[in-house]
């Protein structure tokens, strides 16, 4: 729910879709660390999923897994 509830629609549904497509696929740790990530403010969340700006070293790999899932295949 909290993936899908957010401050601006955009992280609304680019958590959204990567809740019901890539949860499943996280480990418990991994799971912990996007708990964390949900903490974060949506603006940098969406800058950081969007290139406009990296994430913090210890998210980079889950904000780069999250904008695969977000962002349609060309």
Do not use: C
Not at 10 to 31: C, K, N, P, S, V
Request: charged share 25%; aromatic share 6%.
């Amino acid at each position: 729910m909290r993936s899908m509830r957010r401050g601006i629609k955009e992280m609304d549904i680019i958590l959204g879709r990567f809740a019901e497509t890539g949860l499943g696929a996280l480990d418990a740790e991994m799971l912990d660390l996007y708990d964390a990530l949900l903490s974060e403010n949506d603006h940098d969340l969406y800058q950081w999923v969007t290139g406009q700006s990296a994430p913090p070293p210890r998210f980079a790999g889950l904000v780069d897994r999250i904008a695969r899932v977000s962002t349609p295949a060309n």
